[in-house]
């Protein structure tokens, strides 16, 4: 801290009076003769100012998003699930976090199962990189004169066309094998058409209702005669949840089949 400054007090100045006088006609000329003494003024003394520069708060850390726990419904999969709940990383990451609980097959996930989502990611995760785009941005922000050379977008991929299928037999069963295949699903055209033609003849709209599973109130229905208990448990993300529609028939009871005898392949007989 300075020290304190120290105030001094001008010296008034003197002032003498003389009297001279002067023999004018016989009259004294009385004349004031003023004799000064200038006193040095006291010098300026300053009083320094000590500022302090003022200091923002600093902005409070967003919040921490806690990880919820997310409890599967029938029709659920990993995919749909990270887009409604606009999971960060998709399906991956989903899987990522919950794989000891999913198992090693990300497309069999069963009702009732618990997801945690929102799980923190490893702090050792490297920063996403900037983008040129991100980079051009930047540099268009700070007004330097300097010319910057901005790399060229790569053009965007095309999508790749839709693949059609015939609405038959034929066409449900490609259909089928292209989903399986998607969810490494084993099964081979011949090993599905067989199984069809012995169980339904080819009829999507077969039904059961005259063997023991009729008899407990869950016939077997569609293409390869999948109980209702069975085709939601083992229904495939992707196909629609009416176990009489042909491909989400087929690709449910060739799951069941794969998890129960390696592949619909090896089935015979009723199964």
Known sequence: MPAKGKHRRPKNSSL?????????????????VIGATTAGAAPATTHPFL????VAPAAPAPAKKAPTTYSVVAGDSLSSIADQLAVSGGWKKLYQDNRRAVGADPAL???GLKLSVGKKAPADAPAPARTSTERADRSERTSTPAVETVAKAAPAEKAAPVKSYTNDLDGWIKESLDIMAQHGIPGSYEGIHRNIMRESSGNPLAINNWDSNAA??????GLLQVIQPT????HVPG????????????TAACNYAADRYGSIDNVNGPY
């Open 231 to 234: 085709f939601l448990a083992y």
């Open 239 to 250: 196909t629609a949840m009416d176990s009489y529609d042909p491909v989400a028939n087929i």
């Open 16 to 32: 003498t009076r003389g009297i001279v006088a002067a023999g004018t006609g016989g009259a004294a000329l009385v004349l004031p």
């Open 216 to 221: 407990a109130g869950t016939p077997s229905k």
């Open 51 to 54: 500022g302090h520069k003022a």
């Open 109 to 111: 996930i069963h009702p």
